[in-house]
């Protein structure tokens, strides 16, 4: 099997972070300046690789292997969260280029097609995972007219400012390529908890939201008896508060959900509430729970509406998304490999991020392999992995992919 490079792994891996780095971590949303070097310093990266790279017009990176196919398209995402970590997306996206470089060194893999790819926006300053769903033809021309990010900046001027805005946009080759492997940061405490060094994704959790809406009578908080107040932010607790004790009577194993936004108004002390807001996100691998969970929510909101005093509305708040499962083949191959060079330490787990496998397994095979995460921390600057597991991950996922092109190949 192919032998990769790991100090040159680690090396562009601390070159990468150096683009947009603050203090421990790193800043470099889609379209940025940061992100767009970031993306102009892998092409050169790829095209020293031997690979014929171009940014596209939706500033996706693809670096194709001049080797004819059945090809494996490998890699993840170089954007960051606004306060990110270094490992997140890069990761990922350094290991097909890794893994492109150690399968073209070996003679007997030499041969074989593996092309990288950075993706853009997986982590939704404008649309969360953009660059894969364009990728995979998933968005409708013009779909960028009227998308701005938080602040107010139009995507479309965010195209142009980057150069991108007249450069073609690109679509999968569906017959080139045999499938999709990424590589990421667990970004949770489970293999790190466990005393495990990779896992090896069997499903992409599920993912849903609902928001919450009270409305009371904004009142004197000295002078209003209890008995006749219309609290707004009472039945928001009380809502809250039923969740976190209803919720685990129908949850799976690896159930989770958040209160992650409360909106209280007017915000006084000396006021009773007459508005509330409240957002849950939860996630499942099963549709069936995540169906529950909806169901139980309603429920909630339905009986405190009959009793609270304030009203209670509750709406989706966002697309929903079903679990995503990884092929069976691939995670054959990834497990295999897995067993070769982390002996007794690995383990198939899903996946409770939403990640762009998750997105690209709608139009190919997909699969996804992680390698822990320190103190399980992601989406801070204090996200960190040792390199020692890093390197090692590297070394299951180039072993993996040989795998799957040969016998692709045979």
């Not at 904004?218 to 009380?238: F, P, V």
């Not at 392999?369 to 989406?379: A, L």
Request: net charge negative; hydrophobic share 40%; with cysteine.
């Amino acid at each position: 099997m192919p032998k990769i490079n790991g100090e040159r792994l680690i090396s562009n891996l601390r070159d990468l972070r150096e683009i947009g780095a603050q203090g421990t971590g790193v800043v470099r949303p889609a379209f940025s300046e940061k992100d767009m070097q970031a993306r102009h310093w892998l092409k050169s990266l790829y095209e020293e690789a031997g690979l014929d790279a171009n940014i596209d017009g939706i500033g996706n990176l693809l670096g194709k292997s001049r080797n004819p196919g059945p090809a494996l398209l490998i890699g993840s995402h170089s954007d960051t969260q606004p306060t990110g970590g270094w490992l997140d997306g890069a990761m990922g996206v350094i290991y097909g280029l890794e893994t492109a470089r150690a399968l073209a060194e070996d003679p007997a893999t030499q041969h074989l097609a593996v092309d990288a790819i950075a993706l853009q926006d997986e982590e939704s300053r404008f649309l969360g995972c953009m660059g894969s769903h364009y990728l995979c033809g998933l968005l409708a021309p013009g779909f960028e007219e009227g998308v701005v990010d938080k602040d107010g900046i139009a995507l479309v001027d965010a195209i142009r400012d980057a150069g991108l805005a007249d450069v073609p946009r690109l679509q999968i080759d569906r017959d080139r390529y045999i499938g999709f492997l990424e590589a990421h940061i667990e970004q949770g405490p489970h293999l790190e908890q466990d005393g495990l060094q990779i896992g090896v994704v069997d499903t992409i959790v599920g993912l849903r939201g609902m928001a919450f809406t009270f409305e009371g009578q904004q009142n004197h908080a000295g002078t209003t008896m209890m008995a006749g107040r219309k609290d707004a932010a009472t039945a928001l607790y009380e809502v809250a508060h039923r969740i976190n004790q209803e919720f685990p009577r129908v949850a799976g194993d690896r159930s989770v959900w958040t209160l992650g936004r409360v909106v209280v108004e007017p915000g006084a002390p000396s006021i009773v509430p007459g508005h509330a807001e409240l957002e849950l996100q939860f996630r499942d691998r099963s549709e069936d729970v995540l169906d529950a969970f909806s169901t139980l929510a309603r429920e909630i909101a339905e009986d405190v509406n009959a009793h609270a005093g304030a009203s209670v509305e509750i709406k989706d708040s966002r697309v929903k998304i079903s679990p995503a499962h990884m092929d069976g083949n691939l995670q054959k191959h990834l497990s295999a490999a897995a067993e070769t060079n982390a002996k007794g330490r690995w383990q198939s787990m899903p996946s409770g991020a939403f990640h762009d496998a998750g997105v690209i397994s709608a139009v190919l095979p997909c699969g996804l392999m992680f390698i822990p995460s320190i103190g399980g921390i992601s989406h801070d600057f204090a996200e960190d992995s040792h390199d020692a597991d890093i390197i090692r991950g590297c070394e299951v996922f180039a072993d993996a992919a040989a795998s799957i092109l040969l016998e692709a190949n045979a």
